[in-house]
């Protein structure tokens, strides 16, 4: 298709964005997006609103003839029916034809449907069965490689977009946004506003003209972890590895003994996981375990992976559970200490992982103190130290809310639950008692 090419995609980038960004083809990534000037960390770069937007239909009876044929032939339509809903809710009247005896299509526009095939997916050289069997259950007149071109480019392209129902958006220019595992922008919805499923993009950390721009395809805490995770051992072999991060050489022995010790760190983590699924971490977790673990961590003879190894924020938190519960104050805001130590080497720029850490400790220290509702005050504090736990709690909310607002803007969710958090301790420090609420709030935030 000639619309495919680069003029069409920065045709519509100049139409919706000015001279904001433009796309660039290059020999190793393909199609990218540019920036055409300066942005700094918080700026908002874009907003778009959707392409094309699909919700799962469950009384809509050619949604069931779908679902109906993922589960009599999970060998041929092995992927989930929403996707294949995706597909046939892209085509136009003339691919739909007289359609499904039962139930209905909802059409689109040539022009959507060609920027949706505008997006990224590989030719197809051999029609899938999955396309043939939708375009006989569903009696469409469209060719099955256009259905199966259609599914290719939604699964491939598709932001999640709601929960209850089911469903996923489609955007044309964000699109062009490649992943990367230092991004230098962040993408969400405009929750708060009259246009909640419009995406916006904002600056990461400051970015110059002629920047690619990127995203991360991670939640914020697999990106926290992938980009340490990078900065592991590297080399052919082991008796050449080195460290990404300084590039110090690692005898092989040594190589030998930090991926063992990291190999255990990791069999541990996953078996206390699926423990926590069952029972109370008190419960799922000994002394022996934890000292063992922090020997594996620490700088011994024994193995050491070092404390900012991508598995230790995983560590701390859960050893910030268990002092917790247990009774060990000191030892859980250490923990805490080292979390937020690890995660602010482990990636320098704005990161939301960082934020809601901050907002757990403050809420832990409110805890210790006694100020929260419910909480009782620890033995021996007196009203001096109280003040000075809250002050610390302060300044971590304070930090939290910096980060989420430049991260989502001032009217996501995200930023207003930490934001209420820090407003109803201003109101505590000015009347000595931590402020009531009212209903559905109270039971958010108390």
């Not at 392409?51 to 989930?80: F, G, R, W």
């Not at 256009?146 to 699109?175: M, T």
């Not at 595992?181 to 419009?198: L, Q, S, V």
């Amino acid at each position: 298709m000639e619309d495919w090419n680069v003029n069409f995609v920065n045709k519509y980038l100049a139409e919706h964005h000015g001279d904001k960004v433009e796309c660039k083809v290059t020999d190793t990534k393909g199609r990218i997006l540019v920036s055409n000037r300066s942005f700094r960390k918080g700026d908002v770069i874009l907003e778009e609103r959707p392409l094309h937007i699909v919700t799962a239909a469950e009384k809509n009876e050619a949604y069931a003839t779908i679902n109906k044929l993922c589960k009599s032939d999970p060998d041929t339509m092995y992927q989930d029916p929403l996707w294949y809903w995706a597909a046939v809710s892209s085509l136009t009247t003339e691919n739909i034809g007289n359609g499904p005896k039962k139930g209905s299509l909802p059409p689109i526009s040539l022009d959507t449907q060609n920027k949706i095939l505008c997006l990224y997916h590989e030719p197809i050289v051999e029609v899938s069965e999955e396309a043939k069997t939708l375009v006989r259950a569903l009696n469409l007149s469209a060719d099955a490689k256009l259905v199966d071109e259609l599914l290719r480019a939604w699964i491939l392209n598709c932001f999640d977009h709601s929960e209850k129902p089911q469903g996923y958006a489609s955007y044309f220019g964000a699109s062009f946004m490649s992943h990367s595992c230092h991004p230098n922008a962040i993408w969400h919805f405009a929750e708060g506003t009259d246009k909640e499923d419009t995406f916006v993009l904002n600056a990461r950390r400051d970015i110059e003209a002629g920047d690619e721009i990127c995203i991360s395809y991670l939640p914020e805490q697999g990106l926290l972890h992938s980009a340490a995770a990078a900065e592991g051992l590297a080399g052919a072999a082991l008796s050449t590895a080195a460290c990404r991060g300084c590039g110090a050489k690692v005898g092989e022995g040594n190589a030998r003994r930090l991926l063992a010790a990291e190999t255990e760190l990791d069999e541990r983590l996953q078996r206390l996981d699926a423990e926590l699924e069952k029972r109370a971490i008190g419960k799922a977790l000994k002394e022996p375990d934890v000292q063992h673990m922090l020997r594996i961590v620490g700088d011994t003879a024994a193995g050491s992976v070092g404390p900012q190894h991508w598995l230790c924020d995983r560590l701390w938190s859960h050893l910030a559970d268990w002092y917790d519960q247990g009774g060990r104050p000191e030892d859980a805001c250490r923990m805490f200490r080292l979390r937020v130590a690890y995660q602010r080497a482990a990636y320098a720029s704005l990161h939301g992982e960082l934020a809601w850490t901050l907002e757990a400790q403050a809420d832990m220290l409110l805890r210790h103190a006694g100020v929260l509702p419910g909480s009782q005050r620890l033995a021996g504090l007196d009203d001096a130290a109280v003040q000075r736990m809250a002050r610390c709690a302060a300044g971590q909310l304070e930090e939290g809310t910096g980060i989420l607002r430049e991260l989502f803007g001032g009217t996501h969710s995200y930023f207003r639950a930490i934001d209420r958090r820090r407003a109803r301790l201003d109101e505590f420090f000015a009347t000595g008692r931590w402020p009531k609420a009212a209903g559905k709030r109270k039971r958010e935030d108390d």
